[in-house]
């Protein structure tokens, strides 16, 4: 058993430095230049030793909107973050993949930020993050990193990493709870395989001197960094873990909640019962009374306070909030989700794999090719930027309540952005859109029915509605119960199974031409209601109507993400073999798709 342990630890490190070298080894460098544009900001304004006339020369050349210079002598925790965050031979090219910086110097073009509403990078250097990734999401416009052997870096200050962390997207405690793993493992090892496990502990340890050296990258603290890792790592996780400086966007952040806090105290005074309409005793689509319990659950994605309950009808299976959160409940509970001080968050989500987005797409090539394409529910637009490589030729326009969607339209992801509700501009795109689609919009509306009347009545004759619901009918959605993340209580008010949605459309004149079940599955139950559970134990910082932190927050954290990662892991596992078996075998998953033609008059 000891060998087999050795064995794992060692090629697990091995491979990790060899990924990390190999990442470094793929980092292009700036050459000397001397020619300078008017065109070009840099930031800071004033850089060292022809660092800005190397950046310019490397945008033309490249034909690239933004350049991220990283010193040859970062740091090597600065250097081994970046690396972990981004793979450069795909950064350029990856249309998903998110912006990133090593917070030191930025060449940009004016056209690349023009009506951006940027920030100027300042001392702060996660604002040099925010603005890579907003110039990177600009469709478009190309972003790379590249190596200066020129410009210094600035000192690495330790009680920054956590923010700067979460500006890449990542939460400190997971990350420091994958180092303990790994040290442990490491230590484990060594004591439990003497005097083998040396090989791993000096593996361990040279780690960073492997990794970079003959690469771009030559750290100033090398060496001090690997011959003293025993020592520093355990440093760097109490560092990180009880880092208490704020990023200046967290800093707006933490006024904005300071105030917002009286407002929420004031509501949740007063009580959620408020916001429920009276239980009803019969479906809202067949009037049965034979009503079955499906969930009890509580806000577990924002921790507002209430409790919702989900049912099910016996006769016709569809599944409804019960009672039903009344419109002014819906929006003190998607206050701040979508927008707001929850709108990062969310975004990161929209930004995952753009697979389904693709295959959303690829289910309408064999019945049409549209010329204009609505969707409606867009929140931030991904699935028509995703949508736009399947189908070049068709403009895709989006509709949303949120002030996310006139951001699309600014960063070219829409043509156009309708702002409000689908009755709203009923009128207004009646008839202009041979394709309307609806990814996870109805399961969030009050009445379901009389979004697809206006559907039936904008689409001209011979025109597709694109409906995409998850799937009430899964099985682990029962075995989970109230952490299975498509339940999402409070916003999901109705959960349709797939022979009520057909037969909704065919009364509207809507036939159904396609279905796809399986192949819109989404393989992510096990990790998802996973993570769902773990983070209930271990809250992320404090919201307006949540202020206060809890208790050895930083500790508790640690504790729950070192049993968490590992179990995640295995969850994974299963996903990837249990799950997406079961998807396969039976055609069947969390969520389905319907393409229906409206009827041409006679």
């Known amino acids: ?21 190999a990442r470094a080894g793929q980092l292009r460098v700036l050459q000397p230049a001397s020619g300078d544009s008017e065109d070009y900001l840099s930031y800071p304004a004033a850089l060292p030793g022809g660092v800005r006339e190397s950046a310019i020369e490397f945008a033309r050349a490249e034909d690239l909107g933004l350049v991220d210079i990283v010193p040859a002598n970062l740091s090597t925790v600065a250097a081994i973050d970046l690396l972990r965050t981004v793979e450069p031979k795909d950064y350029r090219g990856g249309r998903w993949v998110r912006g990133v910086s090593a917070g030191e110097a930025i060449v940009c073009s004016r056209k690349a930020i023009d009506k951006l509403d940027v920030v100027e990078p300042g001392d702060d250097p996660t604002e040099y993050v925010t603005l890579a990734r907003r110039v990177k999401d600009r469709e478009g416009v190309s972003v790379d990193i590249a190596v200066s052997a020129t410009l210094q870096a600035k000192p690495y200050d330790l009680s920054t990493r956590a923010a700067r962390l979460r500006q890449l997207g990542k939460r400190p405690a997971l990350w ?14 060594t004591l439990w395989s003497w005097p083998w496990g040396l090989i791993a502990a000096g593996l361990y340890i040279l780690q960073p001197v492997l990794a970079f050296a003959g690469t771009p990258l030559k750290p100033k603290d090398l060496a001090l960094a690997s011959l003293g890792r025993v020592v520093y790592t355990p440093y760097l996780w109490v560092r990180t873990m009880t ?22 105290a004031d509501e949740i005074a007063r009580g959620t019962d408020r916001f429920f309409e009276p239980r009803r005793d019969t479906c809202p689509v067949c009037v049965s009374t034979n009503l079955d319990h499906v969930v009890t659950s509580g806000d577990l994605v924002q921790l507002k306070p209430g409790e919702f309950t989900l049912e099910r009808c016996v006769s016709c299976g569809h599944v409804f909030q019960n009672p039903r959160v009344s419109p002014d409940g819906l929006d003190f509970y998607y206050r701040d989700f979508y927008d707001g001080h929850g709108a990062g968050a969310a975004e990161a989500v929209f930004a995952g794999s753009p697979e389904p987005y693709y295959d959303r797409a690829r289910m309408v090539q064999p019945f049409t090719t549209p010329v204009r394409w609505l969707d409606v529910g867009s929140g931030h637009a991904h699935f028509c930027r995703g949508a736009k490589e399947i189908l070049p030729e068709t403009t895709f326009d989006g509709l949303d309540q949120g002030a996310s969607i006139e951001d699309a339209a600014t960063l070219g992801w829409i043509s156009t952005a309708y702002r409000g509700g689908f009755k709203e501009f009923a009128d207004k795109v009646r008839g202009q859109y041979d394709v309307i689609s609806m990814h996870h919009y109805l399961e969030h509306t009050r009445d379901p029915w009389d979004e697809l009347d206006i559907a039936a009545s904008v689409l001209p004759g011979g025109g597709y509605l694109l409906i995409e619901l998850p799937d009430p009918e899964w099985r682990l959605g029962r075995l989970f119960g109230k952490y299975w993340m498509p339940w999402f209580q409070p916003q999901h008010q109705h959960m349709m199974p797939i022979g009520n949605l057909k037969k909704a459309l065919a ?12 192949k819109a599955h989404l393989c992510n139950d096990f990790v998802l209601s996973s993570y769902l559970f773990l983070a209930t134990l271990a809250p992320r910082s404090p919201s307006p109507w949540r202020p206060a932190k809890p208790k050895l927050k930083a500790l508790r954290s640690l504790a729950v993400w070192s049993v968490g990662i590992p179990w995640l892991i295995v969850a994974g596992v299963l996903d990837k073999t249990l799950n997406q078996s079961i998807a396969r075998r039976k055609d069947l998953g969390n969520a389905y798709r319907v393409l229906a033609r409206k009827e041409t008059a006679e």
């Open 176 to 189: 420091t709870t994958g180092s303990v793993i790994a040290y442990l493992a490491v230590l484990g090892t």
């Open 507 to 518: 009364d509207r004149g809507l036939t159904p031409v396609a279905e796809e079940r399986g």
């Open 1 to 21: 058993m000891s060998w087999v342990l050795f064995g794992l630890v060692v090629a697990l490190v091995l491979l990790d430095t060899l990924k990390l070298r």
């Open 243 to 264: 880092g208490r400086w704020r990023s200046s966007a967290e800093r707006k952040q933490d006024a904005t909640l300071a105030e917002l806090i009286p407002a929420y």
